[in-house]
């Protein structure tokens, strides 16, 4: 890999600069540079690197994976065959649809070198990183379109500026380069945190299910928490354990390590869940979903990832989201380039905020009301009543719908109660992508 040396040595100017190398910009440098565009990566950090994250893939994650060319065989992944569901004392077991276009299988693996397996895919493909280089802010012309980004290089912090017509923004929460560009969040959009802790499990580092858990007490409030719990398994005598909160409706904060300790006290003893089996600190992070900041593109800008709000309002899954928006914004970007600078090249990249809405608007907005009169209020429990749980139909139609696990056309016919339900969702009343440019 280029060291942050030759970044700061090397040309500063490319056809297109990503700023942040998590899923979303190693996808849209890796598909950039497959297309023959100069793609220089930007990261602040040094590989590899953590990160706060439950550590689980859906299908439709190795999916993406697999498009990507990772190798998913090699040491360090661990498969999943489905979820298990825990509520109020009954359990059941949803198994990844067997039918579809997506593997019948999930992944797990390590943030800690899952960003550096693809940030390493990505400059295979011929994208130049430039590690321990923090983007400090856009470089406009005068007027306001974006030209390239200004930042700081090194141990040493060696300002620097970077050049390029276009722009991906996959600079995560914190969404810098998009906040300095104009793009303020929507307040109306819930911002999730997600806390988590490793722990050493010999009798559960090898379980073939997702755990999720629906029924967690905040013991501040005696409310239940607006979330899940989870345990998954990494497969090398860990698992990861934690849970994901919205913002409870009503009085009263949410407690994450609170809620966290209670719940572990509920777990049998010889999982091995305790403090003396702790690998790892308790971290927390911020989840910004539901499409909280768009226009998706904003004058030479494209937003893709975290820094977009991708974060799904049904279950806080952001990986995959990530990772197909990186590989949209590059095919868009990768067609706009062959158009000349100026109103023909804008109707292209234009062409990426309603890509977005098709792939996810009608069930991101579903989502959105969803968390807003269910999550937040009363979280998972009221979706796994024992009516529900009791149905292996209604478990699957809820199972694909949190995952966002449905094929295009329908495969079967929870496929297409799925779609139909999401289709009834009304379109949004200005085209997709509308605002400032």
């Known amino acids: ?257 609170a809620t966290m300790d209670r719940w572990l006290e509920r777990l049998p003893g010889h999982w091995g869940l305790q403090e003396a089996n702790a690998d790892s600190p308790f971290r927390s992070a911020a989840l910004p979903m539901g499409f909280n900041r768009r226009p998706q593109y904003h004058r030479g800008l494209l937003l893709a990832g975290d820094s977009a709000g991708m974060v799904s309002p049904w279950s806080g899954e952001g990986i995959v989201q990530a990772m197909e928006a990186g590989e949209a914004a590059a095919e868009t970007i990768a067609l706009a380039l062959h158009r000349a600078p100026g109103p023909g090249r804008e109707q292209v990249l234009r062409r990426y905020p309603r890509e977005i809405e098709r792939r996810w608007g009608r069930y991101y907005r579903l989502g959105n009301t969803t968390a807003g009169l269910v999550f937040a209020r009363f979280g998972y429990r009221p979706l796994l009543n024992r009516h529900v749980m009791a149905s292996p139909a209604l478990v699957r139609t809820l199972a694909r719908l949190l995952t966002h696990g449905t094929d295009a056309p329908a495969g079967d016919l929870t496929d297409t109660v799925v779609s139909g339900l999401v289709r009834m969702v009304p379109l949004p009343g200005r085209r997709a992508g509308t605002g400032p440019r």
Not at 35 to 42: E, I, K, T
């Open 1 to 257: 890999m280029p060291s942050t040396e030759d970044a700061g040595n090397g040309d500063d100017r490319t056809q297109v600069i990503v700023v942040g190398a998590g899923p979303a910009g190693s996808a849209a440098a890796l598909f950039l540079a497959r297309a023959g565009v100069d793609v220089l990566l930007l990261e602040k950090s040094a590989f590899p690197r953590d990160k706060v994250c439950g550590d689980g893939l859906t299908p439709r994650g190795v999916q993406q994976l697999v498009r990507m060319g990772i190798d998913i065989d090699a040491p360090g992944w661990t498969r999943t065959r489905g979820m298990r569901w825990v509520c109020q004392g009954r359990q059941v077991h949803i198994d990844w649809p067997r039918s579809g276009s997506a593997p019948d299988f999930g992944l797990t693996r390590s943030r800690h070198d899952f960003d550096d397996l693809l940030v390493r895919r990505a400059v295979a493909a011929g994208a130049r990183l430039c590690s321990q280089t923090k983007a400090t802010g856009p470089l406009t012309d005068r007027a306001g379109r974006i030209t390239g980004v200004s930042a700081l290089v090194g141990a040493d912090r060696r300002p620097k500026d970077f050049h390029a017509p276009l722009v991906v923004a996959a600079d995560g929460a914190s969404a810098r380069t998009a906040l300095a560009m104009g793009l303020e969040r929507d307040p109306r959009m819930p911002i999730a945190t997600a806390g988590r802790r490793y722990y050493r499990s010999e009798a559960r580092t090898h379980d073939p299910y997702l755990e999720l858990w629906a029924d967690l007490l905040c013991p501040r409030t005696g409310r239940d928490l607006p979330g899940y719990g989870w345990i998954f398994p990494l497969g090398d005598g860990r698992v990861n354990v934690g849970l994901g909160a919205l913002p409870h409706r009503g009085p009263g904060a949410v407690d994450l390590r």
